[in-house]
C-alpha cells in the first residue's frame, strides 16, 4: 500500500506534538527554537489575546509554559477577531493560576477551522 505524501515539516510538527506531550524538551528537535522564539515575541506576556505569544507549534507552548514554570492542567482552543488561539489553564511557581494565549494562526490548518465553522 503506498503511504500518503506529506508535506514538509509535517513529520516535524508530528514529532513536536509527541515531544511537547512526553515533556521532552523541544530545543531537542530544533536548537535555534528558543532564540527563535525570543525574537518573535518581544513585547508579549501571554496574558490575553492581543498580548498572545505567537508559537508555531504546539511544542513551542508547551516550552514557553515549561520556561515561565507554569504547570498546565487544561487548553482550550479559541477563535477570536478570526485568528485561532490555544489557550493553556495551569498554575504558576508561587501557586496562582495563569492564563497563557498562544497564537497558532501560523499553522492552525484549514481543515480544523472548517469543522469549527460547521460546529457553528
Known amino acids: 500500500m503506498r503511504q500518503p505524501s ?11 506534538l509527541l515531544l511537547a ?11 535555534r527554537l528558543p532564540r527563535r522564539l525570543e525574537k518573535a515575541n ?3 506576556d501571554g496574558a490575553s489575546a492581543a498580548t498572545a505569544y505567537k508559537v508555531d507549534s504546539v511544542a513551542e507552548e508547551y516550552q ?7 504547570r498546565t492542567r487544561g487548553q482550550a482552543l479559541i477563535e477570536q477577531d478570526g485568528r485561532m488561539f490555544d489557550m ?15 497564537d497558532i494562526s501560523s499553522f492552525y490548518g484549514e481543515a480544523a477551522q ?6 457553528k
Open 88 to 102: 493553556l489553564m495551569g498554575t504558576d511557581a508561587d501557586g496562582k493560576d495563569r492564563e497563557l494565549w498562544f
Open 42 to 44: 518581544v513585547g508579549r
Open 114 to 119: 472548517g469543522i469549527l465553522k460547521a460546529l
Open 6 to 16: 506529506q508535506k514538509p515539516g509535517e513529520k516535524i510538527m508530528l514529532l513536536a
Open 64 to 70: 514557553i509554559a515549561r520556561k515561565l514554570g507554569v
Open 21 to 31: 506531550f512526553t515533556g521532552t524538551p523541544a530545543e531537542l528537535v530544533d536548537p
